[in-house]
């Protein structure tokens, strides 16, 4: 099992551009999260998909959008970039409610 | 407002010698407290999982504990390797999406 996979590890973009951050996992898990984590504030909940079909704000929810595309794959979409998007994102996922989470390896995004 | 704080912010110790991380929490109907590794650059790995006072679990020369408003992580006779930051988190009863609330961390590092 490869576990939670996350594409692309890097990318700089310019204020304004657009892109999407992909999120898969192999271990048949119900609930996907994304989550923010800038230096001296800790990790901040984006977005979350409690079960396929279904997605919910987190704390920091502004400039963002997701989609649970099925079971396995949860993204994470800027549309227009901004400076303050600049951080690391890690999606993560579990199998039941009360279970502790998975995390992917990240990704590093810069806005310039 | 449920919250979670971590103490140091940073650890240095020598190899062996033996220390332990605070996890002060405040949450409405604490439902798990977590801890995780993080190495640079990676994702977070996960470690213990505590529900109740009084429960404790144990790996290798760490060790998890929990009272009613804190956990402690105990690093025994620590080596180069357990360097890393040690993030707690909290699930609160009513979470949305079950997720996990994180504090900021603690960088530990461990010299020879």
């Known amino acids: 099992n490869a576990g939670v996979t996350q594409t692309p590890k890097f990318q700089v973009l310019k204020t304004g551009q657009s892109m999407t951050l992909q999120c898969a996992q192999d271990m048949n898990h119900n609930s996907m999260y994304w989550y923010r984590q800038d230096p001296g504030m800790g990790l901040r909940l984006i977005y979350y998909s409690a079960s396929e079909g279904t997605t919910d704000k987190g704390e920091v929810p502004n400039g963002y959008n997701v989609s649970r595309l099925n079971k396995r794959e949860f993204s994470l979409r800027l549309e227009s970039a901004a400076p303050s998007q600049t951080s690391v994102y890690f999606c993560?996922?579990?199998?039941?409610?009360?279970?502790?989470?998975?995390f992917g390896p990240g990704t590093r995004l810069t806005v310039l | 407002e449920d919250q979670v704080t971590q103490s140091p912010e940073a650890l240095r110790l020598q190899e062996g010698e033996s220390s332990s991380l605070n996890c002060s929490y405040t949450?409405?109907?604490?439902?798990?407290l977590f801890w995780y590794r993080q190495d640079p650059g990676k994702g977070p790995e996960f470690l213990f999982t505590l529900y109740s006072a009084g429960e404790e679990k144990e790996k290798e020369r760490l060790k998890a504990t929990l009272t009613k408003k804190e956990s402690f992580l105990h690093i025994t006779a620590p080596k180069p390797e357990d360097s890393a930051t040690y993030l707690c988190?909290?699930?609160?009863?009513?979470?949305?999406?079950?997720?996990?609330?994180f504090g900021k961390g603690t960088t530990l590092s461990v010299s020879s």
């Open positions: 949450v409405s109907g604490l439902r798990g």
């Open positions: 993560a996922s579990k199998p039941t409610e009360w279970d502790e989470q998975f």
């Open positions: 988190a909290v699930r609160a009863l009513n979470q949305a999406g079950t997720a996990l609330i």
